[in-house]
């Protein structure tokens, strides 16, 4: 079995793993064999800011502290790691509940955002009340990032063996962080895409790094709420394995975040921002 125990620690104090092992009939060519399999969880995970519940999203859980931080990073709810007075993580029958203490002022404003609703797996805007709630317009990313496109290279064959639940099970998505020159750094996983980048967030802002100052990937699609989490944490470039939205690549536009997509060992395609990407040495001038 691979070693999940980083990861899995706190979910299994919790009393709810991130994965479990289950009996199937596998079948290849024409023939059935009853094998164990790692099936992947999914959890009910409830937010709930200053004693009032604000959002259900279903998750992965483990990293929970991690994920409280960078959803109320990217969703404006704060606006400084500092601003999370306190975080506590409760399991209870039906799923998961983490309780958030944040300053007075800040949580007025949650109140006005109406967002007591489910987040399904596959949703990152689900719960949103308001067009403007939804579509929100992060400030311009300033990170003054080059990233060589070995680099990029390199970083895509590394991310799979960093994906230990992934290799389990199949069924989650991952966030990695790199650092130029030093290749990925952090990494998080979860059933939802927007789930991961956010634990992600959450991880590099408990840790006092800097975001800004390395590069994402992510083994998903990158649509909108990918974009605008990687901009509202100040990250300058953004990779996905898979496609972006039209309305990813817009708001990418605006903000100035390079975004790159089919982002694979061999190949990519560069949406917007293309400047950070270095191809050439001469590039670097």
Same mark, same amino acid.
């Given at each position: 079995?691979?070693?999940?125990?980083?990861?899995?620690?706190? *979910?299994?104090?919790?009393?709810?793993?991130?994965?479990?092992?289950?009996?199937?009939?596998?079948?290849?060519?024409?023939?059935?064999?009853?094998?164990?399999?790692?099936?992947?969880?999914?959890?009910?995970?409830?937010?709930?800011?200053?004693?009032?519940?604000?959002?259900?999203?279903?998750?992965?859980?483990?990293?929970?502290?991690?994920?409280?931080?960078?959803?109320?990073?990217?969703?404006?709810?704060?606006?400084?790691?500092?601003?999370?007075?306190?975080?506590?993580?409760?399991?209870?029958?039906?799923?998961?509940?983490?309780?958030?203490?944040?300053?007075?002022?800040?949580?007025?404003?949650?109140?006005?955002?109406?967002?007591?609703?489910?987040?399904? @797996?596959?949703?990152?805007?689900?719960?949103?009340?308001?067009?403007?709630?939804?579509?929100?317009?992060?400030?311009?990313?300033?990170?003054?990032?080059?990233?060589?496109? @070995?680099?990029?290279?390199?970083?895509?064959?590394?991310?799979?063996?960093?994906?230990?639940?992934?290799?389990?099970?199949?069924?989650?998505?991952?966030? *990695?962080?790199?650092?130029?020159?030093?290749?990925?750094? @952090?990494?998080?996983?979860?059933?939802?895409?927007?789930?991961?980048?956010?634990?992600?967030?959450?991880?590099?802002?408990?840790?006092?790094?800097?975001?800004?100052?390395?590069?994402?990937?992510?083994?998903?699609?990158?649509?909108?709420?990918?974009?605008?989490?990687?901009?509202?944490?100040?990250?300058?470039?953004?990779?996905?394995?898979?496609?972006?939205?039209?309305?990813?690549?817009?708001?990418?536009?605006? @903000?100035?975040?390079?975004?790159?997509?089919?982002?694979?060992?061999?190949?990519?395609?560069?949406?917007?921002?293309?400047?950070?990407?270095?191809?050439?040495?001469?590039?670097?001038?």
């Amino acid at each position: 079995m691979l070693d999940l125990a980083d990861s899995e620690s706190t *979910a299994w104090e919790l009393g709810w793993p991130s994965y479990r092992q289950s009996p199937v009939e596998r079948w290849k060519d024409g023939h059935p064999t009853i094998q164990q399999d790692y099936i992947a969880e999914e959890v009910p995970v409830s937010l709930v800011y200053n004693g009032v519940p604000h959002v259900v999203m279903l998750a992965t859980p483990t990293d929970l502290e991690d994920f409280a931080l960078g959803f109320s990073i990217t969703e404006g709810i704060v606006n400084h790691p500092a601003e999370i007075l306190s975080t506590r993580v409760y399991n209870r029958k039906d799923g998961i509940e983490v309780r958030v203490k944040i300053p007075e002022e800040r949580f007025v404003c949650l109140a006005d955002k109406g967002r007591n609703l489910t987040g399904r @797996t596959g949703c990152g805007l689900c719960g949103s009340s308001t067009l403007q709630q939804a579509v929100r317009h992060p400030a311009p990313v300033t990170a003054e990032l080059k990233v060589k496109a @070995t680099e990029l290279l390199s970083a895509l064959n590394d991310i799979k063996q960093h994906q230990k639940l992934n290799r389990l099970t199949g069924a989650v998505h991952a966030a *990695a962080w790199v650092l130029p020159f030093q290749g990925i750094q @952090t990494i998080r996983e979860d059933v939802g895409r927007h789930n991961a980048l956010d634990k992600l967030i959450g991880a590099l802002l408990r840790t006092a790094r800097n975001p800004a100052d390395g590069f994402v990937i992510v083994t998903s699609r990158a649509s909108f709420e990918m974009v605008q989490k990687t901009a509202v944490a100040g990250i300058g470039l953004l990779a996905a394995i898979s496609a972006p939205t039209g309305l990813a690549i817009r708001l990418a536009e605006e @903000t100035g975040l390079t975004l790159i997509g089919f982002a694979r060992e061999d190949r990519h395609v560069v949406y917007s921002h293309s400047h950070r990407l270095i191809h050439r040495e001469t590039d670097l001038a």
